[in-house]
């Protein structure tokens, strides 16, 4: 073994307590970032492949009750790809041990004929007979709803029936049990009917012919459609719901969420950086004398230098190989709990090259770089410097803490000592602080962002400050609605409002996505609004 790979060795296995420091160090920063960068491909990938797989619906309007004829009349549009009719209806879910649920049922024409926004079978009969119900599955496990069970459904008009949840479907245009204070089921029209419920649609879903991911080119197409199509067929459309094409509702929480542990990530590969700055520093320092001796031989600063940067390339493989089992079990340990609270299912099984190529450079590249510095300077020593360096600085030039302590009386020499040693090397204390400054500004940021999201909830609980609210379904005289309420024993406080959608008209004469206008009292004791202009 040549002289250079002796120190190179020597110089990783003489403190192998320092050694397995910085290894692991950098192998907490690449397992952050591999695990965070394989998390963000997986999750964005598998979302929003199975949910294109749906042909989700470029649009979707409430309608007042209509029939196939309006369907007919809108799929005939040559600005219209497809079109479908259902119907849906609100009704309450009492389960058997008295608890109630409120319960959207959507009945499609023909389960086996669905185009748009497609929902799959998950157990259970496909399609549901008369009589049956199918649940949305995270509905079901939240419900703790067996295929099987006997569930009572209540009507709008007081009247109750049986019905049987035959099975379960996933349907990746719902909101997640958990995340909505209605649960999602779905009944064939024939069920809807022997319920009382008008079979007729109120819900029209199409895709638009061209152009299917420009939102502004699909309201547009909404509004030919409403204006032209619908409107002048005598129907009224209620509300209009455009969702962001070809993406799924969810990937904005992810992108959010990631973006924020990329920033932590990002932190730690900095602060193993900075680890490595200092430990490469330290061993430069102790092994000062053989560089002058090496220099003394005829060895060249570039090959010294190629020595230092051995030795923190070996740090560097040497996370790797703690870094990308650990990123493997990270992700798929993240992704699954992601996918669980999301409603959606992981199908990626191995880790994109891209990811691997990633980890492999920041943990070659990133121990490299932080040690080009100190190396860089450290080897600039001329042969006598290095060999006459004990360690101790240039006592014949004390410095500005030095003179200072020769002049304050009754300071213990050992005090004295320990201050002197901690600013003789400048260089070195600020590698020291600018670490320990790093690493306590990351722990900072990291519980306040987590305080301020804590406070941000807290504010918007405040904003709405009432316990419970009732959707009447219809319009109703308040003051009676505010008079039996408050008869309810515990009811301290009653208040009426008034909700209806709207859309503003463009100055192109298109319509925007539908507000939600809310008509409080001019004084309301449950509005807390913060006010910003």
């Known amino acids: 073994m040549s002289a250079r790979w002796a120190m190179v060795i020597r110089s990783l296995t003489g403190n192998v307590g320092r050694t397995l420091l910085v290894v692991l160090s950098i192998a907490v920063g690449v397992f952050a970032m591999g695990t965070i960068a394989n998390s963000w491909v997986v999750l964005l990938n598998d979302l929003n492949t199975s949910y294109l797989a749906t042909n989700p619906a470029s649009a979707v309007l409430t309608v007042q009750p209509f029939g196939d004829d309006l369907v007919s009349a809108v799929e005939a549009r040559r600005d219209v790809a497809d079109v479908e009719g259902r119907t849906t209806t609100i009704v309450k879910l009492i389960l058997s041990d008295g608890q109630t649920?409120?319960?959207?049922?959507?009945?499609?024409?023909?389960?086996?004929?669905?185009?748009?926004?497609?929902?799959?079978?998950?157990?259970?009969?496909?399609?549901?007979?008369?009589?049956?119900?199918?649940?949305?599955?995270?509905?079901?496990?939240?419900?703790?709803?067996?295929?099987?069970?006997?569930?009572?459904?209540?009507?709008?008009?007081?009247?109750?029936?049986?019905l049987i949840v035959a099975g379960t479907v996933h349907d990746l245009h719902k909101v997640p049990a958990g995340n909505s204070e209605i649960a999602f089921g779905y009944v064939s029209p024939e069920t809807l009917q022997w319920l009382g419920v008008d079979r007729s649609y109120n819900q029209l879903y199409l895709t638009v012919a061209a152009d299917p991911l420009n939102k502004d080119h699909i309201q547009q197409v909404v509004t030919d459609v409403k204006d032209q199509t619908i409107e002048k067929s005598g129907y009224t459309?209620?509300?209009?719901?455009?969702?962001?094409?070809?993406?799924?509702?969810?990937?904005?929480?992810?992108?959010?969420v990631l973006i924020v542990l990329a920033v932590v990530g990002v932190f730690a590969l900095l602060l193993s950086g900075a680890l490595v700055v200092n430990t490469v520093s330290a061993i430069v320092t102790q092994q000062m004398r053989q560089i002058g001796v090496m220099k003394a031989i005829g060895g060249m600063q570039r090959q010294i230098i190629q020595i230092y940067l051995a030795v923190a390339l070996a740090y560097g493989l040497l996370s790797l190989i703690i870094a990308i089992p650990l990123a493997v079990a990270g992700t798929r340990g993240f992704t699954t709990y992601f996918a669980q609270i999301g409603n959606f299912d992981i199908t990626t099984t191995g880790i994109p090259t891209g990811v691997i190529a990633l980890e492999v450079v920041l943990g070659v590249l990133v121990p490299l770089v932080a040690a080009l510095i100190p190396v860089s300077f450290g080897t600039r020593i001329t042969v006598r410097e290095a060999i006459s360096n004990q360690g101790i600085g240039d006592a014949s030039k004390p410095t500005l803490i030095e003179r200072l302590l020769l002049?304050?009386?009754?300071?213990?020499?050992?005090?004295?000592?320990?201050?002197?040693?901690?600013?003789?090397?400048?260089?070195?204390?600020?590698?020291?602080?600018?670490?320990?400054?790093?690493?306590?500004?990351?722990?900072?940021?990291?519980?306040?962002?987590?305080?301020?999201?804590?406070?941000?909830?807290d504010q918007a609980l405040v904003y709405y400050g009432y316990d419970l609210s009732v959707d009447m379904g219809g319009a109703y005289r308040t003051r009676q609605l505010e008079r039996e309420a408050s008869r309810v024993p515990g009811v301290v406080g009653v208040e009426g409002w008034l909700q209806t959608a709207a859309t503003r008209i463009q100055p192109d004469g298109s319509e925007s996505p539908n507000y939600v206008m809310i008509g409080v009292p001019p004084v309301s004791q449950f509005l807390e609004p913060e006010l910003v202009a």
């Not at 004929?113 to 929902?119: G, P």
């Not at 005090?415 to 070195?428: D, E, G, P, Q, V």
């Open 237 to 256: 459309v209620r509300t209009t719901s455009i969702p962001t094409p070809g993406e799924a509702f969810l990937t904005i929480i992810i992108n959010a």
């Open 407 to 457: 002049n304050v009386r009754g300071v213990p020499g050992s005090l004295a000592l320990s201050i002197r040693n901690t600013f003789r090397r400048k260089a070195r204390l600020v590698l020291t602080l600018g670490t320990l400054t790093l690493a306590g500004a990351i722990f900072i940021a990291v519980l306040s962002v987590r305080d301020s999201l804590f406070v941000s909830f």
């Open 101 to 162: 649920a409120n319960l959207s049922l959507e009945a499609v024409k023909d389960f086996n004929a669905i185009h748009i926004s497609q929902f799959v079978p998950e157990t259970g009969a496909w399609p549901p007979l008369r009589r049956q119900l199918l649940l949305e599955r995270s509905y079901a496990k939240s419900l703790g709803l067996a295929d099987g069970t006997p569930v009572t459904i209540e009507l709008p008009n007081g009247d109750q029936a049986e």
